[in-house]
């Protein structure tokens, strides 16, 4: 009995609760950040916004809207006049859903159509400018877009203008439309032909994804097309290709570069340059009485 009186007594260590309350993980704001499609590198989207969208690690070019497309490439976004803006689409095979799919293209994109089209200057040389937005419904070209190309290029050749577009992400024919969409393609076609015969300069930019009815029509007719980097370009998708002929495809099939090695386009050019390539495409086709307005 003695001896348990000198036994140790057992140990215990007592935690503390903490005084001060834990600081709260701050969680970066929304669009803070933007990952590169191509190498994965985690981008600071102020930073890729300076560069026009353009991933400077690798050189990947992500796709821009319409009014982004004007803004990088015409001397004044305010002095832009665009033309019909009254058309509107509608739904004459009376597509289920048709409406709902046109209204939240509209909602998403800020654009009622997915062309926009216009008079503005470039290098203080007058042109008139369009745009095809893939944001809008892919890009597809229905009766309104088909309409929109149309005009430009009828207003270019009664004003003797040169025409630059932008397919930037130009679609196939709109299904919802039927027949009255597939008819764009030869109506674009049948302008940009008229145009050309007057003498008069088109060039084509082909961004991506550039494919289908666009690509087949008004946006492969240019008297010079350039593309950007590593733009896709063909009429049907790699994969449509691929199943259809039961061959493997090269490797970069369809893309700009593709494209430029096989005699498709006529050069491929990166988006922070395209504006002075235009400028100087458009000096040196100017008409000699033309140049400079009279200078």
């Known amino acids: 009995m003695l001896k348990d009186l000198f036994r140790g007594k057992p140990r215990y260590v007592t935690v ?38 353009v991933c400077p690690r690798c050189g990947y070019h992500f796709r821009i809207g319409a009014w982004e497309r004007l803004r990088l490439v015409l001397d004044s976004l305010e002095r832009f006049q665009p033309f019909d803006r009254d058309l509107r689409s509608v739904n004459p095979l009376g597509f289920p859903g048709y409406e709902e799919k046109l209204a939240r293209s509209q909602q998403s994109t800020g654009l009622d ?13 007058p042109v008139v400018v369009g745009v095809i937005d893939f944001g809008f419904m892919g890009g597809s070209m229905g009766s309104v877009v088909g309409e929109r190309i149309t005009r430009a290029f009828e207003r270019a050749t009664e004003l003797g203008l040169p025409v630059v577009i932008f397919s930037a992400g130009g679609g196939g024919a709109r299904m919802h439309e039927g027949i009255l969409s597939l008819m764009q393609m030869a109506k674009t076609s049948q302008a940009v032909a008229r145009h050309s015969q007057a003498g008069l300069l088109y060039i084509s930019v082909l961004t991506d994804p550039t494919m289908g009815g666009i690509y087949a029509s008004f946006a492969s007719l240019a008297d010079i097309i350039m593309a950007e980097p590593g733009a896709l370009i063909g009429f049907a998708g790699p994969r449509v290709v691929e199943e259809t002929i ?3 495809l090269p490797p970069g099939f369809q893309s700009a570069e593709f494209a430029l090695r096989h005699g498709m386009i006529d050069m491929v050019v990166d988006r ?8 100087q495409l458009l000096a040196l086709h100017a008409p000699r009485e033309g140049r400079r307005h009279g200078r």
Do not use: M
């Open 16 to 53: 503390k609760a903490p005084t001060s309350t834990p600081v709260a993980r701050r969680e970066a704001p929304d669009g803070l950040w933007t990952k590169c499609t191509r190498c994965g590198a985690i981008l600071y989207t102020k930073e890729l916004q300076r560069n026009d969208r």
């Open 113 to 125: 159509e997915a062309a926009i089209t216009g008079s503005a200057t470039i290098g203080d040389w």
């Open 246 to 248: 039961r061959q493997k």
């Open 272 to 279: 922070r340059q395209i504006r002075p390539t235009l400028i």
